[in-house]
């Protein structure tokens, strides 16, 4: 199989808990600092009480705050918010021109650009879905329920109540309701940077940063594309939001979130969102952008029950590349001890029993200072992977208590990353590699049993020449 062109990351940006900027998120990570919080009151979570599954709420959440606010009026929206709009569009449009400023590109460029936008991005509700049912179907619901209750009423006075609920709705307009459809607003960020190819929401659940990476090199490659713009948002979380997820998944009650603990018992949720200006090597060279990191090949697909590494496997093999020569792996991490279980079995089928001189492959999660930002989690991670390549280092994570015994041992290939440590090849003429790895939370089949396979994704990155060859 001929090894696919690479394509260069010229653009990055993000926002996650803590962190305003690329540069904040790095120092977040070289300093292994927790940046999770107690949730708010905007989440409305009643910490310390079981929920409609009998399990616990998070004690500790990676939110935004204030990093989620966005200035309209800079993106070129004429006119003021609506508290019933969907802010998702701003965060999202914020992102996606923060990326290009960091590609030295400018939105609203007069001449067309041949670029195309692939978010990952589906929220159950935001503000403007919910400010159109509460003016439909909820209002209708709540004076259906008060003639119910209050049968002799007279007519004028439910008239008069239903008049002054509606006065505490937020306004309803329709170009608040149609930015609330994901594919309009994706539209809008296209528009808004001068992109004339191909704008699309995808969600394919946690590995949404890894298909819509997969999705703009798929592009770049076809000549469909110059530039390709590539996301993943994960919007602030509420209580609705998490109760469900709560029955697919066990939420950590601790302060903090250690990934590979010997004794995880669960995930912390985090907010946030990536953005990444992409291109093809020889184009990047030619205009002379920065170059973080090439992006070999992605995988996305399913593990079968007895092979959990065949989707690394197969990523690497389309980038053409030998396990010994990946050193870092930026891992799902979650915190829930089955599934990183399953990840670390995965690892070493690949890299396989540690002898004295053989590889050995450094692994750490994101995760642990910003929490899992599910849909974004896959961005997060490329995010740092690219940026140890820049910068020749091999990042630490927050440090578990009692590591997992299985890379803990002197038998295995694979060691925790706890301290930051450079990083050295024993040969110049080696390319440094890493590969970013993420996992669907486990899936249950319709009797409630557990599968031990489920679907994965794996990006292999290589560092760009200092020479530019």
């Known amino acids: 199989m001929a ?14 808990a803590g962190c305003p900027s690329v540069s904040a998120f790095w120092d977040a990570v070289m300093a292994r600092r927790s940046l999770l919080t107690v949730p708010g009151t905007a989440v409305e979570l009643p910490v310390g009480q079981r929920n409609v599954f009998d399990r616990p709420y998070p004690a500790r959440l990676g939110q935004l705050g204030d990093l989620y606010a966005c200035v309209p009026s800079m993106q070129n929206f004429p006119r003021q918010v609506n508290a019933g709009e969907n802010q998702d569009l701003y965060f999202a449009t914020q992102l996606a021109f923060d990326a290009l ?14 670029g195309t936008v692939r978010l990952g991005y589906a929220p159950p509700f935001n503000a403007s879905t919910v400010n159109w049912l509460q003016h439909t179907a909820y209002l209708d619901q709540t004076m259906e329920i008060l003639r119910r209750f209050m049968p002799n009423a007279p007519e004028e006075l439910l008239e008069e109540t239903k008049a002054k609920l509606k006065e505490s709705l937020p306004e309803p ?18 528009r808004e940077c001068s992109f004339v190819g191909a704008a699309e929401i995808v969600d394919a659940g946690l590995l949404s940063g890894a298909a819509t990476v997969m999705d703009a ?24 939001y998490l109760q469900g997820l709560s029955g697919e998944v066990p939420f950590s009650t601790r302060s903090e979130l250690h990934p590979f603990e010997q004794d995880a018992t669960g995930t912390i949720p985090g907010e946030g969102g990536a953005f990444f200006v992409l291109k093809r090597r020889e184009d990047a060279l030619k205009a002379h952008d920065r170059i973080y990191a090439l992006i070999r090949s992605v995988a996305v697909g399913h593990n079968p029950e007895d092979n959990p590494s065949w989707i690394l496997s197969e990523a690497l093999r389309e980038a053409d ?11 799902d991490g979650s915190g829930i001890g089955e599934m990183e279980a399953r990840e670390i079995e995965a690892i070493q089928r690949l890299w396989g029993e540690h002898r004295p001189g053989g590889p050995l492959v450094g692994i750490g999660s994101v995760k642990g200072n910003v929490g899992h930002t599910l849909r974004a989690s896959m961005a997060a991670g490329l995010i740092k992977a690219a940026l140890a390549l820049r910068y020749r280092v091999l990042p630490p994570q927050v440090v578990p208590d009692h590591p997992s015994d299985a890379i803990s041992n002197l038998g295995s290939s694979a060691y925790l990353l706890t301290e930051a440590r450079p990083w050295i090849m024993a040969s110049a003429a080696k390319a440094r590699r890493a590969a970013v790895i993420g996992s669907n939370f486990t899936p249950c089949n319709p009797v409630g049993v557990a599968s031990r396979s489920g679907r994965s994704a794996a990006i292999i990155l290589e560092e760009e020449p200092e020479d530019g060859r």
């Open 3 to 16: 090894m696919q062109s690479p394509i260069a990351i010229v653009g990055m940006s993000c926002r996650f």
């Open 101 to 114: 400023a960091d590609a030295s590109i400018r939105p609203h460029s007069r001449e067309p650009i041949r």
């Open 173 to 190: 307009n329709a170009a608040s309701f149609l930015l609330g459809t994901g594919y309009r607003f994706v539209s809008w960020i296209a």
């Open 217 to 240: 090199c798929d592009d770049l490659r076809s000549g469909k594309a110059d530039v390709a713009l590539a996301g993943a948002l994960t919007a602030p979380l509420n209580r609705s």
């Open 321 to 331: 590349a030998a396990v010994p020569s990946v050193g870092l792996i930026e891992a």
